[in-house]
């Protein structure tokens, strides 16, 4: 506190300020971009940042941290496309809100939430960063693979009226995620004598292909069905209020309480990200939501969670980042050089030396979630504009973003390859009616299920049960994947046994709705 008007005479400083901005605006382009993930923003960005004090350098990585999270939501809720894996969850009721004429309530909700989300968890950052920290040291091998386990429980909840179909595209997933050599032994899998394959599926060209190519073939078989607009009244969607009514704030408020802890408990956990936290905040807001069938048919309550949730990670990655030097995700990992090479050291010194710089950049953290939020509101009316551009212009766009994306990643054409590969089994996928949501879900979290898995056999001799038993934390995990298996059916079964006896006499009668109360 003493030293609480240098760091606001540092984060008001044109260099800062001009770094905050700069930043927003890069990380919102890039994160609308179909391929460009935070990741890659911030590694871009990163050599641009040599020339600046260490306080406008970081600050500026922050903000393009932060804002490339928010900005896959854009192509998410308008195109299907999804331009970060974190904004995933959010394509499936933000493009139905779009369909239905309400691209604007989508971006609107999603603008909102996403920077509620992360100002919150800048606040977290701010105030409870050590007490937070110490969590994520408790966790061994045991608690990271029921961890994952209990992630792959959501499958259930994503797979909507059709529970086998939703098993099936997760399994696809899990067996996907094996292909390449074996993370303990080195042993190649499932390569079939294709070198490329060792190094395993990339992550956002099969995204891409799974949600975007995907996208395209159904709008190019659209267009020979006689289909020409995107949306079902066009003229709507730039019609209604961009921010949320305060009936709509009401509804949401809970989900966005329990999504922001989630993302930041999740950002806290290394290995853990964006994608991971949103999937967990969107599974556990349509558990507990009275609407729960809403979900995946433009519900605003599924935008919300997945949105407030992934942007909230990005403050709880920077925990132990900064009082550890653990990063809680890929993007950290990157600001983790990034503060090395302009001479902090995360540890105690950062927030006794170096307090100065350290808060200057948690503050100008919390400036770009808010910088984030008003310039989303204000160009929300223009940026809902690509929802009315017609199906012949906007597929070969959706295409060649995508293309240019996938390649873009690593200067490899094998990675186009695999994305139009997605593509096709996304494209097949929806014909049949199963989800994609539930293979990316399987990608995502397969290695982190396995490599803890062998790590823990390896640290328990043996003993596999007394060893997790002996942890609380992989008890409490242990209850919660149980409930998070066995909850529809028990709701389901408890719901068939309510029964509505006639009223006797002249007693009133009285509606009872089941499916909701």
Known sequence: MSQFAAVLSTVFSGEVMLAIAIG?????????????????????????????????????????????IYGGSITACLLHTPGTPASAATAADGYALTKQGQGMKAIGISTVCSMIGGTISAIALLLISEPLSRISLMFTPAEYMLLGLFGLTIIGSLSGDNLLKGLIAGAVGLVIACIGLDGMSGVPRYV???????????????????????????????????????????????????????????????????????????????????????WVGYNNAKKSSKHPEE???????????????????????????????????????IMLGSLMIHGMQPGP????????????????FMLANILMGILGLLISKYV??????????????????????????????????????????????????????????????????????????????????PYIFSHPIAIVLIVMILLGVFSPFLVKKINSKIVIKEPAGDAPEIDIDVGED
Do not use: W
């Open 192 to 278: 079939f004598g294709i070198t490329r394959l060792e190094s395993g599926i990339s992550m956002v060209p099969a995204m891409i292909g799974m949600f975007s190519i995907s996208q395209a073939m159904i709008i190019t078989e659209d267009l020979f069905k006689g289909k020409s607009l995107i949306v079902d009244d066009p003229s709507s969607t730039l019609k209604g209020r961009v921010l949320p009514t305060a009936k709509e704030m009401k509804r949401i408020t809970p989900t966005v309480i329990k999504s922001t802890i989630i993302g930041i408990f999740v950002g806290i956990l290394p290995a853990a990200g964006g994608d991971i936290g949103s």
């Open 295 to 333: 979900f995946g048919h433009g519900s605003i309550e599924g935008i919300a969670a997945s949105e407030t949730a992934n942007n909230a990670v990005t403050g709880g990655a920077l925990i132990p980042l900064l009082t550890l030097g653990i990063p809680g995700s890929g993007t950290a990992a």
């Open 384 to 465: 809902a504009r690509v929802a009315l551009v017609p199906m012949s212009i906007l597929c070969p766009v959706i295409v060649a973003l995508s293309t240019i994306g996938s390649y873009a990643i690593n200067n490899s054409i094998f990675d186009v390859y695999v994305m139009a590969f997605f593509g096709l089994l996304g494209y097949l996928f929806r014909k049949a009616n199963i989800g994609s949501a539930p293979v990316i879900l399987g990608v995502i979290l397969s290695s982190m299920v396995e490599k803890n898995y062998r790590r823990m056999l390896i640290l328990s001799r043996g003993a596999v049960l």
């Open 349 to 364: 010194e950062l927030f006794t030396k170096q307090a100065v710089q350290t808060y200057t950049i948690i503050v100008a």
């Open 24 to 68: 927003t605006l890069a990380g919102m382009v890039i994160g609308a971009m179909p391929g460009l993930s935070a990741t890659m923003g911030v590694a871009l960005l990163t050599p641009l940042t040599y020339t600046l004090s260490p306080s406008a350098a970081i600050s500026m990585l922050a903000a393009v941290y932060t804002s490339a």
